[in-house]
């Protein structure tokens, strides 16, 4: 079955800081991984994806994350933590012939200023 | 183009009462997914609906829930008889087809149940 593991509820980083947000998936297939972000009292806005193709992924608001099959991985960075970023953050894989997304419990990033 | 609409923002139910719960797919959008997320937690898939046909209710409890998808007019995910541990916040996800991908997300709809 599939699972997703985000390793540390809160993650605190200081403004100007890299941000690594870690993200661990089980699947038997190729799967599609995704990285949603919440502000607060807010719904999901997808922050970027991968579904086939270059492993090394950039999204919205300066994010990427890198597909690394061997370590069944994909872990989003930002150079530079910004006040704006702190939300929460979910990872999500679901597999090429299925629609369901699991999810994995979510990360709050908190920016020091 | 309008996203996924939910309504209302917050819903205050007092025990036994029923919940309902709206949802309106972006345009161009007939699969829909009901998603719950308890305090502290991730999102847990509850059912996936195109229109007219539940898809997968695998994730909904047997009772008290239920979802439709009618011809005309938004998703509904109906929450009978509410108990406490049914506050959440309860999410809507569309997307143009079924497959894997990019699901686009509603605000969510806030339920208290007192």
């Known amino acids: 079955a599939q699972s997703v593991t985000q390793l540390g509820s809160h993650v605190s980083v200081s403004e100007g800081a890299l941000v690594l947000l870690r993200c661990n998936y089980s699947?038997?297939?190729?799967?599609?991984l995704f990285w949603y972000v919440q502000y607060p009292n807010q719904g999901l806005q997808l922050l970027l994806k991968?579904?086939?193709?270059a492993t090394l992924v950039k999204g919205i608001n300066g994010f990427e994350a890198e597909f690394k099959k061997s370590e069944t991985s994909f872990h989003l960075t930002k150079p530079s933590a910004h006040m704006s970023d702190a939300a929460e953050y979910f990872c999500?894989?679901?597999?090429?012939?299925?629609?369901?997304?699991?999810w994995g419990a979510g990360t709050k990033l908190i920016i020091k200023p | 183009n309008a996203g996924v609409m939910q309504n209302p923002r917050h819903l205050v139910r007092r025990r036994g009462q029923e919940a309902r719960l709206r949802c309106s797919p972006m345009?161009?959008?007939?699969?829909v997914y009901w998603y719950r997320q308890l305090p502290e937690e991730g999102l847990k898939f509850m059912v996936y609906?195109?229109?007219?046909?539940?898809?997968?209710e695998s994730g909904m409890p047997k009772e008290r829930f239920s979802a439709e998808f009618p011809k005309e007019g938004p998703s509904i995910l109906r929450i009978q008889q509410v108990v406490r541990g049914d506050s959440a916040a309860y999410f809507c996800?569309?997307?143009?087809?079924?497959?894997?991908?990019?699901?686009?997300f509603g605000p969510g709809t806030r339920l208290t149940v007192l």
């Open positions: 996800a569309s997307s143009p087809s079924g497959g894997p991908g990019e699901q686009f």
């Open positions: 345009k161009g959008h007939s699969h």
């Open positions: 609906l195109q229109k007219e046909n539940i898809i997968d």
């Open positions: 699947s038997s297939v190729p799967p599609y």
């Open positions: 991968y579904t086939t193709g």
């Open positions: 999500a894989v679901s597999e090429d012939s299925n629609y369901q997304l699991i």
